[in-house]
């Protein structure tokens, strides 16, 4: 039973038991979901937690009591989960203090929960990357040449950072609300394709503007990505809702921060010379990516043999943003631009 401050018993909703290991403990245990809701919406104060099951029978046995989610707390995963305390033979009953949480850090935690899901993905980010690429040039007769002037690439990055927050925005709702549910293996293994089909589209045009349609397009199947967190933490109609927009709204800071970091340098870059290799190159290394991501989500290999590479980029942005300035620093100096206005790929 749950009992809130005042007397009132607390509606108790029991989830599907499953077996698992959980924080620090070696062996199995059987883990039930338990969800507490006050009969009147509202902030809930200290509770009182009383269990007997089997502990009268079997003295032996122990129940852990665990938070998984708490919004108002900034517990969200089971990386923040929280042991409150044991069951057992001679402890049945348990304080659980309550009001110590607030919305806005509930919020701000939802936020950071779209920031570490973003920035730890290296398949998002180089799908990003890759629609970034192109976007200070224009395309003519299958090939790129250097755009009309920094301003139009500047626009045109935003564009497509707009398009690629659109697209996964609207999958990110859908399947956040259950309207849409797809298995996670194909949804993953369309993500690496996405990122082989950016890479092609880098290196030669597929279509006029199509870094621009592939971020709205694919961009629908990376929100289905993102909603698959969301799915995990069994919201109800209210919390979703404002877990969405939190949630979204980290994502698109994140990406923001991305393109912040690389835009200035990819302009730079796209105007001198060494943008042709250094564009290609990169291409072909998210190609060789792309390839190795699909054979492994789709089951036809067993690992991916570039992880250690991939978490390391991933570890590193900041190294690799310094990077790509200090290049777009010396070619912009030290190299010719090109002559006229086509760039070869």
Not at 63 to 73: G, I, L
């Amino acid at each position: 039973t749950a009992t809130a401050e005042g007397g009132e018993r607390l509606r108790l909703q029991l989830g599907t038991p499953r077996v698992e290991k959980i924080d620090r403990y070696v062996t199995d245990h059987l883990v039930i979901p338990l969800e507490l809701r006050p009969s009147v919406f509202g902030a809930v104060g200290n509770l009182e937690l009383r269990y007997d099951v089997i502990i009268e029978e079997l003295r032996t046995h122990r129940a852990f009591v665990t938070v998984r989610y708490d919004f108002d707390r900034g517990v969200l995963k089971s990386d923040d989960a929280e042991t409150l305390g044991i069951f057992d033979f001679e402890t049945t009953s348990l304080e659980v203090p309550g009001g110590e949480g607030s919305f806005l850090r509930g919020f701000v935690a939802t936020v950071g929960l779209g920031i570490e899901h973003v920035g730890e993905g290296a398949d998002h980010l180089l799908f990003l990357l890759m629609l970034l690429i192109p976007a200070p040039l224009a395309a003519a007769a299958g090939r790129w040449k250097r755009g009309p002037s920094r301003r139009r690439s500047v626009v045109r990055i935003l564009h497509v950072t707009a398009a690629f927050a659109v697209g996964h925005s609207v999958t990110l709702a859908l399947a956040g609300a259950g309207v849409i549910d797809l298995p996670s293996r194909p949804v993953e293994t369309l993500i690496a394709l996405s990122i082989g089909v950016s890479a092609v589209h880098a290196i030669r045009p597929l279509i006029p503007r199509g870094e621009v349609l592939i971020a709205v397009g694919f961009g629908l199947v990376h929100g289905l990505a993102f909603a698959s967190l969301i799915g995990d933490l069994g919201l109800d109609r209210g919390s979703l809702v404002t877990t969405l927009l939190a949630f979204n709204l980290g994502i698109e800071l994140i990406q923001l921060l991305v393109v912040a970091l690389l835009m200035p340098s990819l302009i730079v870059l796209s105007r001198t010379a060494v943008y042709p290799v250094f564009r290609v190159g990169l291409a072909l290394v998210a190609l060789v990516f792309s390839v190795s991501w699909m054979l492994e989500r789709s089951t036809l290999t067993r690992s991916d043999p570039f992880q250690s590479l991939q978490t390391w980029l991933v570890e590193h942005p900041l190294l690799i943003a310094a990077s790509m300035a200090l290049l777009a620093i010396i070619a912009a100096r030290l190299t010719p631009r090109p002559s006229g206005n086509l760039e070869l790929a």
